[in-house]
């Protein structure tokens, strides 16, 4: 069974749509997390989720809204895409919200392309 | 705020040769310390973690990473690399009392054959 799972894998789509990637874990855990990794690998944090509490949301655009239906699911959803919203991203799981056992299980991936 | 510097970028090995990555953290207090591997096309993995203990931590593969608290470092390492090990490879540091890591920019490593 996939631990955390991510879909679509490709997505390919224009400038100005909306869309959205779904995340789902099947760990039990208790925050989720959503990151960004540009074209030179660099790993960006986005969103941390506990608890259906948006706990950390650094510095993106508000065109980026996580979404949270429930602890084992954070969707991503991007409103009006931009040519820099190309990436590939990931989302993430962990265990505990804090202490030291915090090993992040990560999802497949979306690589997102914007033409 | 910490911050996370993994100084060599890109690395180039053939079979065999030794591994050392580095790793160095800009924060004094408690931390816990990940290395993760992300093969080509895939996800990031964990290879190995250390929360508290013996500053020494064996991994999986072989790998193995040595805290030393001194330097603020967690250096990652294997006596000799294989094809298989071509991937890119990155540092992360949690501070005592958070659960947000901070990634290094990552160190890509090319093992030939």
């Known amino acids: 069974d996939t631990a955390v799972s991510q879909t679509p894998k490709y997505l390919v789509t224009q400038m100005g749509n909306d869309k959205s990637i779904k995340c789902e874990q099947n760990?039990?855990?208790?925050?989720m997390y959503w990151y960004k990794q540009d074209s030179k690998k660099f790993l960006k944090i986005m969103f941390s989720?506990?608890?259906?509490?948006?706990?950390i949301n650094e510095t993106v655009p508000n065109r980026f809204s996580p979404k949270s239906p429930d602890k084992a699911h954070l969707n991503l959803h991007i409103n009006s895409l931009e040519l820099g919203d190309s990436a590939v991203y990931f989302c993430?799981?962990?265990?505990?919200?804090?202490?030291?056992?915090?090993?992040?299980?990560f999802g497949p991936g979306t690589r997102l392309t914007v033409l | 705020a910490q911050s996370v510097s993994q100084h060599n970028h890109h690395v180039i090995l053939s079979e065999a040769a030794s591994l050392e990555l580095g790793c160095n953290y800009s924060?004094?207090?408690?931390?816990?310390l990940f290395w993760y591997v992300q093969y080509p096309g895939q996800h990031l993995q964990l290879l190995l973690k250390?929360?508290?203990?013996?500053?020494l931590v064996k991994g999986i593969k072989g790998f193995e990473a040595e805290f030393i608290k001194s330097k603020f470092s967690f250096n990652l390492r294997k006596p000799s690399v294989q094809w298989s090990d071509t991937a890119e490879y990155f540092c992360?540091?949690?501070?005592?009392?958070?659960?947000?890591?901070?990634f290094g920019r990552g160190t890509s490593l090319i093992v030939h054959p």
């Open positions: 992360a540091v949690i501070l005592g009392g958070s659960y947000i890591p901070t």
């Open positions: 760990l039990g855990h208790d925050t």
């Open positions: 993430a799981s962990s265990q505990d919200q804090a202490g030291g056992n915090n090993e992040q299980f």
């Open positions: 989720y506990n608890n259906k509490e948006l706990i």
């Open positions: 250390y929360f508290s203990g013996d500053p």
């Open positions: 924060y004094g207090g408690t931390v816990n």
